[in-house]
């Protein structure tokens, strides 16, 4: 899926640009617990969140995740939206809540860290 | 012929939870820019974080130093802080005397020390009650995890 479609699934905002919206994004994951992402994650996902703070970028930029969507209407300060752009980490936020979100893109075939949606 | 070992030294901050990362991020773009295959230094960023993240959360200070040999690659992390009591304690998922401020922002679940023993080959924690904590990982580039 192409990180313009999952902007239109979840209705999103994008919070810098330039961004390439035809970035391939291949699987999800979903977690407010960076621990549980920097343990089970296969890089490349989609991260799924509704925590807004600088180090939600980090561990996307180590665990190299592609992408980030907060949730919930929620939004990083700037310094956090300025990291993320010098990692060149497109970063998204929609009013839906987390299990809404996921439920959107799960419906539209975007599998989790397993290679899974069932 | 000497054999060839590249050496780095990075300082961490305790209490700096906003550049808590920029050290492993260092780290990362070295491995990556000398070569290493993608799985491998996504590891080793990983396993650095955790350890960064540690000293950020729980010491005063600390000192990253990575060394890069051509059979292994060894990331050492020496801090000055309150040091860890019961190490065997400290290492089971679960275990964790983060405060409140940690855990909300997705650390602090006790999962941390694991983390770093899962992508590594060898984890050797040395600490002084008092003084601080010496946390010393080898890994080795040929060495295949699987995932879960
Ligand atoms: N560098 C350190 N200095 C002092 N205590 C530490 C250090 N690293 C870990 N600890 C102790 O070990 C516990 C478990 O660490 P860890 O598994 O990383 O979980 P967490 O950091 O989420 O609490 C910490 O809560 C802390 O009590
Ligand atoms: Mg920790």
């Known amino acids: 899926m192409q990180l313009w479609e999952i902007q239109g699934i979840l ?22 617990l960076m621990s549980d992402v920097l343990n089970r994650s296969q890089g490349g996902e989609l991260l799924i969140t509704g ?10 930029e180590l665990a190299e995740l592609k992408a980030i969507a907060f949730v919930r209407g929620k939004r990083p300060d700037q310094e956090t939206i300025g990291l993320a ?9 929609t009013k839906l809540l987390m299990y809404e979100a996921c439920v959107r893109l799960g419906m539209r075939g975007l599998p989790g860290s397993l290679g899974t949606i069932w | 012929m000497e054999e060839k070992v ?28 000398l070569g290493f295959d993608p799985d491998f230094v996504r590891r080793v ?11 950020v959360c729980h010491a005063e200070r600390g000192v990253l130093h990575l060394t890069i040999s051509p059979e292994e690659l060894r990331i050492v992390v020496k801090d000055k802080g309150p040091g860890i009591q019961d190490i065997e304690l400290a ?8 405060s409140p401020e940690i855990r909300e922002m997705g650390f602090g679940a006790g999962m941390g020390l694991p983390n770093i023993k899962k992508n590594v080959d060898k984890l050797n924690i040395a600490s002084t009650v008092g003084e601080g904590t010496v946390v010393d990982m080898l890994i080795k580039p040929s060495s295949i995890r699987e995932f879960g």
């Open chain 1, 11 to 32: 209705e999103a905002e994008l919070l810098w640009e330039p961004v390439d919206l035809q970035m391939e994004i291949e699987m999800a994951r979903a977690a407010d």
């Open chain 1, 85 to 93: 752009k010098s990692k060149d980490i497109p970063l998204l936020a």
């Open chain 2, 45 to 55: 960023a990983i396993a650095s974080y955790e350890a960064e993240m540690n000293v």
């Open chain 1, 51 to 60: 925590l807004v703070n600088s180090q939600v970028i980090w561990t996307a």
């Open chain 2, 6 to 33: 590249l050496e780095w030294d990075y300082e961490i901050n305790g209490k700096d939870f906003r550049n808590a990362g920029k050290v492993s991020s260092k780290v990362k773009e070295i491995l990556k820019e």
């Open chain 2, 91 to 98: 290492m089971q998922e679960g275990y964790s005397t983060a």
